[in-house]
């Protein structure tokens, strides 16, 4: 019986270690990387909290190291996905009766071992299988998913008790219930935050989760996986399906007790999801809630008055930090005639001292992107800039697979505002920059605005507070986060909720309490102490 109200530890966002030499953190991080460097890794499915092999396996393999065997993975067929499914809704009831601070109380319980036990652990799962740095390891699969844990936590009591007015004899109250059915999560490979707050969010909140990780970063989802399962998570809440969009993803969406989606990647896919749904509607038991954030083409927009060291450190640590595989990376920029002599200098000036290479040496700020396919596809579009006349590269522009997916941190400058490397997402490290004529600062707004489907991040540089105010007004619709005299990525959660609209997604602000509204069907619940005795009002006397 729940004889309180309970009220959860409050939130702070979680320190960020720095890993300077001879540190603690970073002699628990190296440990943790020969560990996991030195085995092979056999990682299962999880369906009702056993684990599955289906003998349908994949290769992990660094993406800085292709020759380097982490282990293997085995892939979800048509029967998993189904025995999946069926587990999910047969554990679902339970789960979504049981106390929610008994619910909550797990996911507590992960962030403080993800914060102690499992922070080298996941970090180190984190830089082998998706090549991140140490630095942004950190910031992702410790400080950014312990967040995630904590804050969900703080808003799913904040939501519960936004409850409605009663009239005097009447109690009014709202009940918060959990979908009905299944929330289908579909996470990315570039952060591992992500993956673990697409899923633990909807099961706070008493949802049950089939989750089907990146084939790219299987390896970091098992390790959250043996989290939550050593946090006391019930089996069958979140079942883990590795495998392909084809095996997992359609049987899920054809589904007729698919509840939601909870999806970050790309554009197409997430189209075609919303499509698939919409063509079978009629099907459902519920309408599925739909949240989405796929792509981004984030901006960096210079005033005459900005300030230039600031301005140039912000378009390094923006466009290159984990090899621009952010959604919210910057990849393209406008830097006013008037500074960009001293802009160009100094940015090619520091572009040229960035290390590339393996993200075991710490002294690397790059490592290499995600896998072949995104390797050829960056390099169809440098290529492309070396043979065209409206574009050149002023620095980088080198590209080597031979060990592992390498590409150098590159810079464009194009005379053409709307270039194919203005407008399209690459997702890869590079930046396309164009110069405007001071006097056209309010119309290459309008550009910028107009050039991009989408409208996930971006920011504006500037002295003049005139300036920011109008930047304000004329790119109101083209970020969802915008962001004054700093980087457009680097959300923080509870700080800066997350999301952008137009082709970036349904900007349902990871990181908030908007989210978890989402995943939850509210029931009003109203009782009358003392009701009428007929049916007569005092009018008809």
């Not at 004889?3 to 991080?29: F, G, M, R, W």
């Not at 809630?289 to 378009?315: C, M, N, Q, Y």
């Not at 509210?522 to 009018?539: A, D, I, M, Q």
Request: charged share 20%.
């Amino acid at each position: 019986m729940n004889h309180c109200i309970s009220q959860s530890p409050t939130p702070k966002n979680e320190p960020v270690l720095n890993y300077a030499p001879d540190s603690l953190e970073t002699k628990d991080l190296k440990t943790s990387l020969r560990a996991l460097s030195g085995s092979e890794t056999e990682v299962p499915l999880v369906i009702n909290g056993k684990a599955v092999r289906t003998g349908k396996t994949e290769t992990i393999t660094p993406p800085h190291k292709q020759s380097h065997k982490l282990g293997h993975y085995h892939k979800a067929g048509p029967e998993e996905v189904k025995a999946a499914i069926s587990g999910a809704l047969a554990v679902a009831k339970d789960w979504a009766l049981m106390p929610y601070e008994a619910r909550a109380a797990i996911f507590l319980k992960a962030a403080e071992l993800l914060s102690t036990k499992y922070r080298p652990i996941l970090n180190a799962a984190t830089m082998l299988g998706q090549s991140k740095s140490c630095y942004q390891a950190e910031i992702d699969s410790a400080c950014e998913l312990i967040d995630f844990l904590r804050f969900n936590v703080h808003f799913q009591e904040q939501m519960y008790s936004m409850q409605p007015l009663s009239a005097p004899g009447i109690w009014n109250r709202m009940e918060y219930r959990p979908l009905e059915g299944f929330v289908f999560a579909v996470t990315p490979f570039n952060f591992t935050a992500i993956a673990g707050n697409l899923t633990t969010s909807a099961a706070l909140l008493g949802n049950v989760v089939v989750w089907k990780p990146a084939s790219t970063a299987v390896y970091s989802g098992h390790f959250i996986m043996k989290l939550l399962e050593e946090s006391g998570l019930p089996p069958g809440v979140i079942q883990f399906l590795p495998g392909s969009g084809a095996d997992v993803g359609d049987l899920c969406i054809k589904d007729r007790n698919l509840a939601g989606v909870h999806f970050t990647g790309s554009t197409g896919v997430f189209q075609g999801i919303w499509k698939n749904i919409g063509n079978q509607i009629h099907q459902y038991r519920s309408y599925p809630r739909i949240v989405g954030e796929t792509g981004g083409k984030d901006f960096v927009f210079a005033h005459p008055s900005a300030d230039v060291e600031g301005l140039v450190a912000a378009i390094v640590r923006g466009a290159f930090e984990y090899q621009g595989q952010k959604c919210s990376a910057a990849s393209r920029a406008y830097i006013p005639k008037s500074i960009w002599k001293e802009v160009k200098e100094k940015l090619v000036a520091e572009v040229k001292t960035i290390k590339v290479g393996d993200i075991a040496d710490f002294t690397n700020f790059m490592g290499a992107v995600i896998d072949k396919r995104s390797f050829e596809n960056i390099r169809g579009y440098i290529d492309e800039v070396k043979k065209s006349s409206d574009a050149e590269i002023i620095v980088g522009g080198k590209c080597n697979d031979e060990e592992g997916y390498f590409i150098e941190p590159t810079i464009i400058e194009t005379k053409n505002p709307v270039y194919r490397t203005m407008s399209e997402e690459i997702f890869g490290p590079v930046m396309t920059i164009y110069v405007y004529e001071d006097n056209k600062f309010e119309e290459t707004l309008k550009i910028c605005d107009e050039t991009s489907p989408y409208a996930l991040t971006g920011c504006i540089w500037a002295q003049d507070r005139a300036a920011i105010v109008i930047a304000l007004k004329k790119l109101s619709q083209s970020a969802g986060n915008f962001y004054i005299n700093n980087k457009p990525t680097g959300a923080v959660v509870g700080q800066q909720p997350f999301g952008g609209a137009r082709g970036s997604g349904t900007n349902d602000k990871a990181g908030s309490l908007l989210n978890l509204l989402r995943w939850v069907s509210v029931r009003t619940v109203s009782e009358t102490f003392t009701p009428p005795r007929n049916y007569r009002y005092p009018y008809m006397a």
